[in-house]
């Protein structure tokens, strides 16, 4: 049964910083890309990051590029996000996704974590 | 960038069939994926690639896609259907191009 579990999330201060953290199992973590997702409070969601099955390609929203670092652990099948300089609209429900796709170009997302929820106010 | 258009809300009583659309320029050419998500909790897949249903999934979720427009169709709808419905599309002309719908809620009467 795939898993995803994410934690790390909290109250922090504007310009703070955080580690989200998903813990992964029930699949071969090493030959999925695995993502991050937000939802701001009662908004959409919104693509964050992505990091490639090989471990060495790493995407970002521009909302976020140049502040949050995406990596992982593969003796933990663990993915993380490094959060830094948050701002007020970086405040949401992050989700742990991972990526699929039958054809190699449309990809989606099968598998979702419960979310960790990251407040940044002062 | 790639934009897809969803209606805000759906209103449709018990025993109803719910078509929830998504708008995108000749979205048809490409493949339309559906997500789930009850209040406080985490999306769930409910179709992809147009009109495939996960596991689990029941067969009262369908979904169609041509044109500009592709629909997910919810038969028999039951008051546990109630729930926010996202689109999400694949845009190749991008890095990495996730894009979602804005979202459309599902209120069964």
């Known amino acids: 049964e795939v898993q995803l579990l994410e934690s790390g999330g909290g109250l922090v201060q504007p310009g703070g910083s955080l580690r989200l953290s998903c813990a992964t199992s029930?699949?071969?973590?090493?030959?999925?890309?695995m993502s991050w997702v937000r939802q701001s409070p009662g908004k959409g969601l919104e693509w964050v990051s992505s990091l490639s099955a090989a471990g060495t390609t790493t995407y970002y929203a521009d909302s976020v590029k140049g502040r949050f670092t995406i990596s992982r652990d593969t003796s933990k099948n663990t993915v993380y996000l490094q959060v830094n300089s948050l701002r007020a609209e970086d405040t949401g429900v992050y989700y742990c996704?991972?990526?699929?796709?039958?054809?190699?170009?449309?990809?989606?997302?099968?598998?979702w974590g419960q979310g960790t929820l990251v407040t940044v106010s002062s | 960038s790639y934009v897809l258009t969803q209606p805000p809300s759906v209103s449709v009583a018990p025993g109803q069939t719910a078509r929830i659309t998504c708008g995108g320029n000749n979205i048809g050419s490409t493949s339309v994926h559906w997500y789930q998500q009850k209040p406080g909790q985490a999306p769930v897949l409910v179709v992809y690639d147009d009109s495939d249903r996960p596991s689990g999934i029941p067969e009262r979720f369908s979904g169609s896609n041509s044109g500009n427009t592709a629909t997910l169709t919810i038969s028999r709808v039951e008051a546990g259907d109630e729930a926010d419905y996202y689109c999400q599309v694949w845009d190749n002309n991008r890095d990495h191009g996730v894009v979602f719908g804005g979202g459309t809620r599902l209120t069964v009467l």
């Open positions: 029930g699949f071969t973590f090493t030959s999925f890309t």
């Open positions: 996704a991972k990526r699929l796709s039958r054809d190699g170009y449309n990809y989606y997302f099968d598998y």
